[in-house]
């Protein structure tokens, strides 16, 4: 299979650190061709360093002249409703990072823009779904479920405190003196006023990847059925009634991430405990607890004593920003569908508008 051919679009620090670097240890399957970034001097030092032959200022120039297999559009969010419909009418795949767009009316332009060229699709970096211990975690989720071994599933807690999200991830990041340039942004919400949208952004902008890995876990939608006014703890339910709970920085950490999930059943659990977003090279880590009952003995773990199963498998080191690389070459080429595209993106919009209401009564 030749290689993926890919033009970045905007190579500033989660363009460089969270992006860019990973697709440079896949040569063997990829190709970064050419980059667009408005800051000109900065353009120029990245693709020194990272040996690409082409340069340009703008991605209307880049896609004119190069032949690309794929875009990977690392910006800031609250313009994604302007850029990337145009992104998407070259016909190519589009990786953007997460959340979809900064309000429900953006998203759905860049789902029209979707519907109106097929050749097209968008994956949303919610790189945790492509972690190796959530894609374990899920795998062994939906079989706990189809078997029923442990009974109905129960309840799903995330619990997401702030902490060192870098974790020296900018260590290689590439400076330049460029100013800041005049850029086109989103027009914000319009059922929101100022201080509400404010809200708004800063929650999806911090906790839209817990609301998405609830869904992941679930595997079905959910609502928003309770916010505390201590904007501390969001409440949900299952469309079959599985209650939900996201638990936003009830502490923090300096250097350190603790971000973790539990997903419990009647007679067990399966814990995902999740690295920094650009901690490298580092897995999560995955417990899985049985207790089937009924006389049965699981394993004998303990010399001389009988107790429950608990299973911590082994991941590989392979983090999640790198697994996400490999995952968008590989929908490019026709190998599986992206872990999260559009339509189910947008429904994360969705949910943290409901919880802004809720919380805020606006």
């Known amino acids: 299979m030749s290689k993926v051919r890919i033009g970045f679009v905007g190579v500033g620090g989660m363009g460089q650190c969270a992006h860019l670097k990973n697709y440079m240890t896949l040569q063997d399957r990829c190709e970064v061709v050419a980059i667009a970034e408005v800051k000109r001097e900065l353009g120029r030092k990245v693709a020194a360093r990272y040996d690409i032959g082409h340069v340009y200022e703008t991605h209307e120039e880049m896609l004119a002249k190069e032949k690309l297999d794929g875009i990977v559009a690392s910006q800031q969010f609250t313009r994604h409703g302007t850029l990337v419909p145009e992104l998407i009418k070259s016909g190519l795949p589009v990786f953007t990072e997460k959340p979809i767009a900064g309000s429900i009316e953006n998203g759905e332009r860049i789902l029209k823009a979707l519907a109106e060229n097929p050749k097209s699709f968008l994956m949303v970096g919610y790189h945790k779904r492509s972690d ?19 009974g109905k599933m129960k309840y799903i807690r995330m619990i997401m405190p702030s902490g060192d999200w870098i974790a020296s991830g900018f260590n290689d990041l590439v400076h330049s003196s460029d100013p800041n340039p005049s850029l086109a942004w989103d027009a914000p919400a319009s059922d929101m006023d100022k201080a509400t949208n404010a809200l708004y952004i800063s929650f999806v902008n911090y906790y839209i990847h817990q609301v998405n890995l609830l869904r992941f876990f679930l595997g079905e939608s959910y609502k928003v059925s309770y916010a505390d006014p201590a904007g501390v703890l969001m409440v949900g339910h299952s469309v079959s009634g599985v209650p939900v709970s996201l638990e936003m920085t009830p502490y923090q950490t300096t250097i350190d991430w603790q971000e973790s999930a539990l997903v419990c059943f009647e007679r067990g659990w399966v814990k995902v405990e999740l690295p920094a977003p650009l901690a490298s090279n580092r897995p999560g880590r995955v417990e899985v607890f049985r207790d089937p009952g009924n006389g049965a003995v699981p394993q004998t773990v303990v ?37 999260c595209e559009g339509a189910e993106a947008l429904e994360d919009l969705k949910v943290a508008r409901e919880y802004i209401r809720l919380w805020k009564g606006k």
């Open 132 to 150: 190796p211990a959530s894609r374990y975690a899920k795998a062994e989720i939906e079989r706990l479920v189809a078997t029923g071994e442990l």
């Open 303 to 339: 010399p001389q004593t009988v107790v429950p199963q608990t299973v911590v498998p082994q991941m590989p080191w392979v983090h999640a920003m790198r697994q996400q690389a490999m995952n968008f070459i590989g929908a490019i080429n026709g190998e599986g569908r992206p872990p």
